[in-house]
Nanobody, 125 residues
Framework: QLQLVESGGGSVQPGGILRLSCAASGFRLDDYAIGWFRQAPGKAREGVSCISRSGDSTKYADSVKGRFTISRDNAENLVYLQMNNLKFEDAAKYFC??????????????????WGKGTQVTVSS
């Protein structure tokens, strides 16, 4: 069964750090581009970051550039999203998704075929 599972969410104060993990079962993450998306209550889903199949190309939403880093651990079949200097507006449910193509596009959620159930990130003082 093909499955993606996110972990690592939690509650932090502004300026805090979290590292999200995306694990796969039934396939190798390094055979696909992988994206991270988020959705806050009452807001549209937003592309946060993605990494190409080769890992040579990464993309970030303007709102997270310089603070978030996406990376792969091929030996562990994981994709990470390192989130530093978290802000109130980063609070959302975060999802990882498997891309259909070699390269990734944060503006095209329809180009991702499998999605995890998400992990919650809360930022509060």
């Amino acid at each position: 069964q093909l499955q993606l599972v996110e972990s690592g969410g939690g509650s932090v104060q502004p300026g805090g750090i979290l590292r999200l993990s995306c694990a796969a079962s039934g396939f190798r993450l390094d055979d696909y581009a992988i994206g991270w998306f988020r959705q806050a209550p009452g807001k549209a889903r937003e592309g946060v970051s993605c990494i190409s199949r080769s890992g040579d190309s990464t993309k970030y939403a303007d709102s997270v550039k310089g603070r978030f880093t996406i990376s792969r651990d091929n030996a562990e079949n994981l994709v990470y999203l390192q989130m530093n200097n978290l802000k109130f507006e980063d609070a959302a449910k975060y999802f990882c998704a498997r891309g259909l193509f070699r390269e990734c596009d944060l503006r095209a959620p329809l180009e991702y075929d499998y999605w995890g159930k998400g992990t919650q990130v809360t930022v509060s003082s």
